[in-house]
T-cell receptor, first 120, second 113 residues
């Protein structure tokens, strides 16, 4: 089975440029998550979607960051304009979550290999 | 604020012995806990989880223990194998914010022959 697919795996760009990271979740999963990992802050959640709808974007650092999920099999994370402090590894994860009467049947998230972003 | 803490950045253990990884949390609302393993240049891989209604969950060589009164959980790996050398992350969540996994800083485990 194909896991979560992320592209590109590495991205080097200059400050001020627009960067777009892409993610294809596991087929059949209904939730998608974007994380960022840095030495200083560790692994932190940026935003997550359920059934293509953004649920919580409180982790998005600022307006330069935006994420979309136009359909169940694709999501993008865009940084415009990029800054050197955005350099990090960005992970996408997906899961199949059942939400019934306030209970959750699964918390497990399955991560992609990540995109290493370097902004010079 | 860091609500999930892994205070040991590294652990070295001999092959065949037990590895014990510890995790502390501060938010008493957390009701689900997970452990992930991460190899270099790969994404974290789900390992094992436990609900707050349990105090132990076992899956093969991996056992997670939860002590709610102490707000502490641990992961036991028995016996440790060279392939277990990786970074291990503890994560926690609440039912209300099911998608917001709070991760610890990770513990680097090295299993020596």
């Amino acid at each position: 089975d194909a896991g979560v697919i992320q592209s590109p795996r590495h991205e080097v760009t200059e400050m001020g440029q627009e960067v777009t990271l892409r993610c294809k979740p596991i087929s059949g999963h209904n939730s998608l998550f974007w994380y960022r990992q840095t030495m200083m802050r560790g692994l932190e959640l940026l935003i997550y979607f359920n059934n293509n709808v953004p649920i919580d974007d409180s982790g998005m650092p600022e307006d330069r960051f935006s994420a979309k999920m136009p359909n169940a099999s694709f999501s993008t994370l865009k940084i415009q304009p990029s800054e050197p402090r955005d350099s990090a590894v960005y992970f996408c994860a997906s899961s199949l979550v059942g939400l019934t009467s306030g209970s959750v049947d699964s918390y497990e998230q399955y991560f992609g290999p990540g995109t290493r972003l370097t902004v010079t | 604020d860091q609500q999930v803490k892994q205070n040991s950045p590294s652990l070295s253990v001999q092959e065949g012995r037990i590895s014990i990884l510890n995790c502390d949390y501060t938010n008493s609302m957390f009701d689900y806990f997970l452990w992930y393993k991460k190899y270099p240049a790969e994404g974290p891989t789900f390992l094992i989880s436990i609900s707050s209604i349990k105090d132990k969950n076992e899956d093969g060589r991996f056992t997670v223990f939860l002590n709610k009164s102490a707000k502490h959980l641990s992961l036991h790996i028995v016996p440790s194998q060279p392939g277990d050398s990786a970074v291990y992350f503890c994560a926690a969540s609440t039912t209300d914010s099911w998608g917001k996994l709070q991760f610890g800083a990770g513990t680097q485990v090295v299993v020596t022959p």
